[in-house]
């Protein structure tokens, strides 16, 4: 027997539960919503919720290695039954690998390249902003230099002068 209060359905309750928990705590309003879509899936049996989790699990399985790329080798796992073919298909593979570790490779030195020449830029606009900072100070002078070849702004470097 079904006595449930709420049921997942969309009733006035649930929505008004729905919109109540997105006002008060988001989190609440989304439980609420997961509740009225998915809750006839469950039906409040572990069972239920068990078998729709392996589902699920089952139907993801034979993609999981769509997206494993070249360097898996999920390639080499199946055999052709032609020793030749699968000779020159490992060969085609090692190719490729080592193609994509020289770019690989190219692609690092181009970043170290990119990051160079941005410390350049940044370094000469840094540079010129300074030189722009120091003509516009009124009264700035370059330090001068005394007797010993000393740069101090006409500070003495001790004693009386």
Known sequence: ????????????????LMVMGFIF?????FVVLAY????EKFGGSADKAQAYFNKGRDWCAPNRNRHAGFGRH???QSSSGNAAFDDYRAEQLRRLEE????LDAEIEDFHEYMANLNKAKDREEFDRFMNDRRSNRQGYTEPKR???GDSNNGW???GNA
């Open 1 to 16: 027997m079904n006595t449930a209060l709420i049921k997942p359905q969309w009733s006035p309750i649930t929505i008004a």
């Open 25 to 29: 705590f988001w989190p609440v309003g």
């Open 36 to 39: 009225i879509l998915w809750g």
């Open 74 to 76: 999920h390639y080499a």
């Open 99 to 102: 193609e994509r570790a020289r």
């Open 146 to 148: 005394d007797d010993n």
């Open 156 to 158: 003495s470097s001790g």
